[in-house]
């Protein structure tokens, strides 16, 4: 939290103040009044699922922009085959690059997120907002983990993390790969889905 306070850009969620009450520790954010990229996936699948060959309307990444797709039976997101309109990637590809940009923005002041996932990008009716550093670490701060251990959400780590191995900015790189993946295809990597996307835990034994 003490990490994600010292960031300012647009992409990524304004952190107000870090404390503790009564031997609680919290942060607070900036409340962000929109749907989580996990949430606005399987809405689509759903809406897809629902309309069968009819056309469905969809708030676009950017801009407040609208994506007109024409879903076949089977669900749009999830079979490219059925999609008749290139808008949808190319907002897929903005949000991308402007999540993208909310990382590299991160490395510049030397924090990595750790914990990027389809939960914690936030879709406001113009722009991706990264969410939730509860997890990330300060490349000049004393260290709070140990080597070995695994940090980080099943489903939703990179290598470095499963293998309990000290994480650079190729990390969140790999993670932002699996998001962009998950929302061109509808499809969430290793088995992993938006039900295992809640909780970063942390396990093992052993300098992140």
């Known amino acids: ?9 647009p992409h990524i969620v304004p952190v107000f103040a870090v404390g503790q009450e009564r031997g ?3 942060y607070a954010m900036q409340f962000i009044d929109g749907q989580s990229l996990d ?9 897809g699922e629902e309309q069968g060959g009819r056309s469905t309307r969809v708030a676009g990444a950017v801009n407040g922009s609208t994506t007109t797709m024409h879903t076949g039976a089977a669900c749009a997101i999830r079979s ?6 290139g808008d949808f990637y190319q907002n897929v590809a903005r949000l991308g690059k402007e999540a993208a940009q909310a990382l590299q923005h991160a490395h ?4 990595l997120h750790r914990d990027l996932k389809p939960s914690n ?5 113009d722009t991706p907002v990264v969410i939730d550093f509860g997890i990330a670490s300060m490349r000049e701060a004393p260290s709070l983990t140990r080597t070995g251990t695994a940090l980080g959400t099943p ?22 790969g699996l998001v962009v993946g998950f929302a ?25």
Request: net charge negative; charged share 20%.
């Open 1 to 9: 939290a003490q990490a994600a306070a010292q960031l300012h850009h």
């Open 80 to 85: 490219q085959r059925t999609i008749r309109h």
């Open 108 to 111: 510049e002041h030397g924090i």
């Open 121 to 125: 990008i936030l879709l406001t009716a």
């Open 184 to 208: 061109a295809s509808g499809r969430p990597p290793f088995g992993a889905g938006p039900a295992d996307a809640g909780t970063a835990l942390m396990t093992g034994a052993g300098d992140d």
């Open 24 to 26: 609680v520790y919290y």
């Open 39 to 47: 949430e606005a996936i399987d809405e689509l699948r759903r809406s």
């Open 155 to 176: 489903g939703w780590m990179s290598p470095e993390q499963v293998q309990g191995r000290p994480c650079g900015p190729a990390a969140d790189v790999f993670l932002w």
